[in-house]
């Protein structure tokens, strides 16, 4: 095999990674609140690029839930760790701080609350979300979540990282809830 074959083996292989994450996540949020949630037509690195503007300005999320107003973007690398918190001059779209901002600004225009749903190798699904909405998560179930991680970001909002099976575990009412009083806050 030629090296400018293995590349393009890489890349594929990546492409496809990420297309059966963004589908793992919506058929987990499927399950556990019993609604109609699907990976976005065209999300993921070759959607960026080949989706047209109509679909673009529909579908910003890489998964969407049918009645739940969030906005989620799926990232699944091989690690994920500390410096990807920091955007790098040679890779400044592999950091949590680029993925976050993007999720923030698709989130805006569709007035829903942004999440952004992380892994890598060998390690539990977690979701970030802002302080902000994590603190509306702890108000409403009246605990904290038994897999916590709080980062003081640059951002101007501090993180909070979840595992996901802490957010699946409410209801579909529940979740509402949260995500209603998440969006007063947010957008008034």
């Known amino acids: 095999m030629k090296k400018g074959q ?24 499927s399950k556990a609140w019993n609604v109609e949630a699907y990976k976005t037509p065209g999300s993921g690195s070759f959607g960026t690029t080949h989706r047209s503007r109509a679909l673009k300005e529909t579908t910003a999320a890489d998964v969407v839930i049918e009645g739940i107003p969030v906005t989620i973007e799926c990232k699944d690398y091989k690690t994920i760790g500390v410096f990807n918190w920091l955007r790098t001059e040679k890779k400044p779209k592999q950091s949590i701080e680029f993925w976050w901002e993007k999720v ?12 952004l749903v992380l892994k890598s190798d060998r390690t539990p699904i977690a979701i970030l979300m802002s302080y902000q909405a994590y603190n509306h998560f702890v108000d409403y179930t ?15 909002e501090n993180l909070i990282c979840i595992n996901i099976n802490d957010v699946l575990a409410l209801d579909k009412s529940q979740i509402l809830v949260i995500l209603n009083n998440i969006l007063k806050e947010l957008y008034g």
Request: glycine share 8%.
């Open 142 to 156: 009246g605990g904290t979540p038994n897999r916590l991680i709080k980062f003081k970001s640059q951002f101007e």
């Open 104 to 115: 923030c600004k698709e989130a805006a225009e569709i007035k829903s609350v942004p999440l």
């Open 6 to 29: 293995k590349l393009i083996k890489k890349g594929i292989n990546s492409c496809r990674k990420g297309k059966n994450f963004e589908r793992r996540v919506a058929n987990l949020f």
